[in-house]
Each structure stands twice: as C-alpha cells, then as structure tokens.
C-alpha cells in the first residue's frame, strides 16, 4: 500500500540559496526512489533517482539522500533559481510490486523568490 | 530527445461517455503504464502494461478501464462509461532507457473534465 509522504507541504526560498526538500516512506521493502518535478499543468518530470544499496547521488545542482535507517529521503538543489519552482514529489516503488509500480507522495510547493 | 507523447492534451466529455486517452510511449520501451491526478492530490497508479497484458492494476482500474495496444505505437486507455469523479490528469509512462537513464518516464497528460 502507500508509504509515501512528505514533511512540508510548502518550501519558500531566494533565489541562489539552498533548497532541501524532504520525504519519509514506512515500507521497509522500498529498494527505489524517484524525485520528480511537476509544473502547473505538465507531467512529473524526472529529476534523480536512488536505489537502496546507495545513500547519496548527485545529479546537476541537485543530490538526493537516502537514509534506510530513519526511512527518510531528502532532496538538495544547490543555488535554487527562479525556473525551480514547482511541486516536487518523491515516488517509491517496492521490491514486491511491479516494475514501475510507484507511490508518490502528496508534494511539496518550492517558491523561489528573486 | 525521446519522449512519451499524449493525445488529446484536454478532453471534456458528458458523464456516461465512453473516452479514450491516447499515448505514444517512448520507442524501445517495453514497459507502460498508466496513472491519474485528482487535482490537488497525489498521483495514483491506474495500470502496469508489458507483453501486450496487463502485468499489475490498482483498485482504482475497474470493470469500467481497459488498456490496449493496438498497434506497435499506441496505448490506450479506455474509460467505458464516465462518471464525474473520473474527472482527473491522466499520464502515460513508459520505462526503460533514455536521456536519464533506465527509469520511468511521464508523458505530460490527458486533462479529463466529465460534466
């Protein structure tokens, strides 16, 4: 079932500052991650993803964090820019679903001021 | 860069008419699926597609959804007889290799209105 969700629904940042996203997930059989991006009225839009034999990735601007203890997922945009703001979702697929079978979270809202 | 295509990108119909959501995966792909957003809420899975069958589907896929492939190209998904809380963004994915590696991949949607 759904594990998925999310500590803020809202982020407000500057622009050129750091944005950190989080999200925490209670399916222990959880082995792949996704972040995505979501503009008003387009499609989840790949940002980077993880699998659980890792802890961190790093993408362009952006690392995900991935702690299995805690069950918490976190995303970091580095030097956040205007063009960022959007819904940010973390999806999850477990182990036991199907390939593809992802759980998304309810999203968080980044605002990011000039 | 290759991408999941949708048609049509908004579609307002009358409750109890049958709509279908049309979608070109990304070539190569194997894998597809189909998934819904209620506005406001999260964005639900629907249906899993793979060697022209269904390989997973949600509660939310009853007797009323159906999912084809047609032809080498096309998905589609199919709602029989619709009622106004099939109101919703309808995505297309496919999963498989591509600019960001093997991962799924969302077309940009199907906006369903049923009034």
């Known amino acids: 079932g759904e594990s998925v969700g999310l500590h803020l629904p809202t982020l407000s940042v500057q622009e050129g500052d750091n944005s950190i996203i989080n999200c925490a997930y209670s399916n222990s059989a959880s082995d792949y991650f996704i972040w995505y991006k979501q503009e008003s009225g387009k499609g989840p839009q790949f940002i980077i993803d993880i699998r659980s034999n890792m802890d961190k990735r790093q993408g362009q601007r952006v690392t995900v964090l991935l702690n299995k203890t805690v069950k918490h997922l976190s995303l970091q945009i580095a030097a956040t820019q205007p063009g960022d703001s959007a819904v940010y979702f973390c999806?999850?697929?477990?182990?036991?679903?199907?390939?593809?079978?992802?759980?998304f979270g309810r999203g968080t809202q980044l605002t990011v001021w000039p | 860069e290759p991408e999941v295509t949708q048609t049509p990108s908004h579609q307002v119909t009358q409750m109890g008419q049958e709509v279908i959501l049309r979608c070109v995966p990304i070539?190569?792909?194997?894998?597809f699926y189909w998934y819904r957003q209620i506005l406001g809420q999260k964005v639900e899975f629907l249906v899993s597609f793979y060697n022209n069958e269904i390989s997973e589907k949600s509660e939310i896929f009853d007797d009323q959804f159906s999912v084809e492939r047609p032809d080498g190209s096309n998905f589609t998904l199919k709602i029989r007889s619709t009622k106004l809380e099939d109101s919703a963004m309808y995505f297309c994915a496919s999963w498989g290799q591509s600019s960001s590696g093997n991962t799924i991949y969302f077309g940009e949607g199907s906006w369903l209105t049923v009034v």
């Open positions: 999806a999850e697929n477990d182990g036991g679903s199907t390939l593809g079978r992802l759980y």
């Open positions: 070539s190569n792909h194997l894998y």
